[in-house]
C-alpha cells in the first residue's frame, strides 16, 4: 500500500514510525512532515487545509491511504471531499466525516449528543451574543472555578478556568462580544466545574466496530505541578495506574458503547479514532471532551505500545472488517516526555541548532517542532522533542526518558521534570 499522512508534529511522526514497519507498506509519505519524519517516509510540500491540491497528489502518486494526523482538516471536510469526488472514492481516509467530526468541532454539538445518549459529563448551558446577559447570570448559580470553552476550534486554547465570578463573567464577555478566539468563541459553553483526575482514552471505529486502545494521561500545564500556561501537551504515560479493570468496564458500558452506538442511531458515519477526554470523579467517569484524532502526546506514549500492525488495523477500518482484527498491547508502560523552546507557550524563537544523541537505544525520539537546514537540525516550533521510553514501571520508563533527555541540548531547551508526579501510589489512593 502507498500512504500518505497529513501533518508535521509528534503524533504524525509517532504514526510514520508504526506504519513503516508493517509488510504491507510500499511507500510512505508525509505533509508536510519534518526534520524526524524524512528518517522513515518522504517529506512532502503540501497545504493540508488545500484539499483540491491534495487530492490531485494522490491521484498522481496512486496513493491507496490517507492518515489524517490533526483535528483541523477532519471538521473542515476533508473526508467529504474525497468522497465527492469519483477519482478519490475507493481510497481509504483514516478519519471521519465532516458531520462526525463535529464531536470535536463543536463542543456545543458534543454536549448535546452526550445528553441526548446519557453519557455521563458536566452539566452546561450554551451561550451566545443574543443570550449574553443569560450566561452571566448562569455563572451566578455554578459554585467555582468556572469553566468556559469557545464552541469551535481554538489551537487548543479555548478553554478557561477561573476562579473569581467577576473574572469569569469578564471572560465571557471578551469570548463573545470581543471575539476573543475568533468565530470559534461565537458562542460559548458554560459547565460545571469537575474535581477529579483525568486521563485519555482512544478507540477505533470502522463504523460498525470499535477497538479500545490503552489509556493514557497528559500533561498540559508548562509548569511543575501542573502550574502556569496551558500547553500543547509537556508530557505523557501509558498505561494510567488508576484505571483498574473495574473503572474500565465503567468506561466501556457508560462511555465508549453509547458513543459509538449513538453515532449509529443518529446515522452519522465514523471510520477513525474517538479521543475520549474523561475525568474520574469519586470513581465514576465523565467525559469533558471528544476529539476525533490521537491526542499529542498521548499518541507518542500510546501508539509504541500497540504490537500489531497499525497499518493493517487501519486498512481494516477502512473496508469495515475491523471485526476480523485482534490487537495485541504491549504489557510494559511508556512514559513521554516533550522538550519545549524557552518561553513557549508564548514568545520564542526558532532555528537553533539541536545537538546530542537522538538516536539512543535507550529511548524513541519523535520529533515535532523540527527540520533540517541544509543537513543541520533546527527547533521550528513550540514543542520541539518528543522522548519516549518503555520500562517495567511508569517510574522506569520516566527515569530512562529523563536520561536521554539529558544527551540532548538545543539553546534555552525546558522541559517538566515531574511527568506522572500525581500518580505515584499515594496520589492514585487519594483521587
Known amino acids: 500500500m502507498k500512504v500518505l499522512i497529513l501533518g508535521s ?8 514510525w508504526k506504519v513503516a514497519q508493517s509488510p504491507l507498506l510500499t511507500e510512505l509519505f508525509i505533509a508536510p512532515g519534518n526534520g524526524g ?14 484539499f483540491a491540491s491534495i487530492g490531485n497528489w494522490v491521484v498522481d502518486h496512486a496513493i491507496d491511504m490517507v492518515i489524517v494526523g490533526p483535528e483541523n482538516p477532519l471538521v473542515d471536510g476533508i473526508h467529504d471531499y474525497f468522497l465527492s469526488k469519483e477519482e478519490l472514492q475507493d481510497i481509504h481516509v483514516i478519519g471521519p466525516q465532516k458531520e462526525g467530526a ?4 463543536s463542543k456545543e454539538f ?12 458536566a452539566k452546561y448551558e450554551s451561550f451566545s451574543i443574543d443570550n449574553l446577559s443569560e450566561g452571566a447570570d448562569f455563572l451566578k448559580t455554578l459554585e467555582p472555578p468556572y469553566v468556559l470553552k469557545a464552541d469551535g476550534l481554538a489551537a487548543g486554547k479555548g478553554v478557561v ?17 470581543d471575539s476573543k ?8 459553553v458554560i459547565e460545571e466545574f469537575l474535581d477529579g483526575i483525568e486521563l485519555s482514552v482512544f478507540a477505533l471505529s470502522d463504523g460498525n466496530t470499535f477497538i479500545t486502545l490503552p489509556t493514557a494521561k497528559d500533561y ?8 502556569g500556561l496551558n500547553t500543547g501537551g509537556m508530557g505523557a504515560i501509558s498505561p494510567v495506574p488508576f484505571a483498574d479493570a473495574d473503572f474500565m468496564d465503567k468506561v466501556q458500558e457508560q462511555v465508549v458503547k453509547p458513543t459509538f452506538a449513538g453515532l449509529k442511531e443518529e446515522g452519522i458515519p465514523f471510520q477513525g479514532v474517538v479521543f475520549f477526554g474523561l475525568i474520574m470523579v469519586n470513581g465514576e467517569p465523565k467525559v469533558i471532551e471528544y476529539n476525533v484524532r490521537f491526542g499529542d502526546p498521548e499518541a507518542e506514549a500510546v501508539i509504541p505500545r500497540i504490537k500489531s500492525d497499525l497499518l493493517e488495523i487501519f486498512k481494516a477500518m477502512g473496508e469495515q472488517t475491523l471485526h476480523t482484527i485482534e490487537v495485541e498491547i504491549e504489557t510494559a508502560s511508556t512514559a513521554t516526555v516533550i522538550m519545549v523552546a524557552g518561553g513557549y507557550p508564548e514568545a520564542y524563537e526558532k532555528g537553533k541548532a539541536i545537538t546530542g544523541d537522538l538516536e539512543t537505544t535507550d529511548s524513541l525520539t519523535f520529533h515535532a517542532g523540527t527540520k533540517k537546514i541544509e543537513g543541520e537540525l533546527v527547533t521550528n516550533g ?18 530512562k526518558s529523563y536520561k536521554t533527555i539529558e544527551g540532548i541540548s538545543f539553546e534555552k531547551s525546558n522541559y517538566r521534570t515531574d511527568i506522572g508526579f500525581d500518580l505515584k501510589p499515594s496520589s492514585a489512593s487519594a483521587s
Open 181 to 188: 478566539f475568533g468565530d470559534a468563541s461565537a458562542t460559548v
Open 220 to 227: 498540559k500545564r508548562i509548569g511543575e505541578g501542573d502550574t
Open 37 to 50: 519524519t524524512e528518517e522513515v517516509a518522504t517529506n512532502v510540500s503540501l497545504n493540508i487545509s488545500d
Open 9 to 16: 508534529g509528534g503524533r504524525e511522526h509517532v504514526l510514520a
Open 382 to 399: 513550540g514543542r520541539v522533542l518528543a522522548i519516549t521510553s518503555f520500562g517495567d514501571t511508569m517510574e522506569q520508563a520516566l527515569e
Open 161 to 177: 478556568i477561573l476562579n473569581d465570578l467577576g473574572s469569569a463573567t469578564a471572560e465571557l464577555h471578551s469570548m463573545i462580544q
Open 102 to 105: 463535529r464531536l470535536e468541532g
Open 110 to 121: 458534543s454536549k448535546e449528543f452526550m445528553m441526548r445518549h446519557g453519557i455521563p459529563t
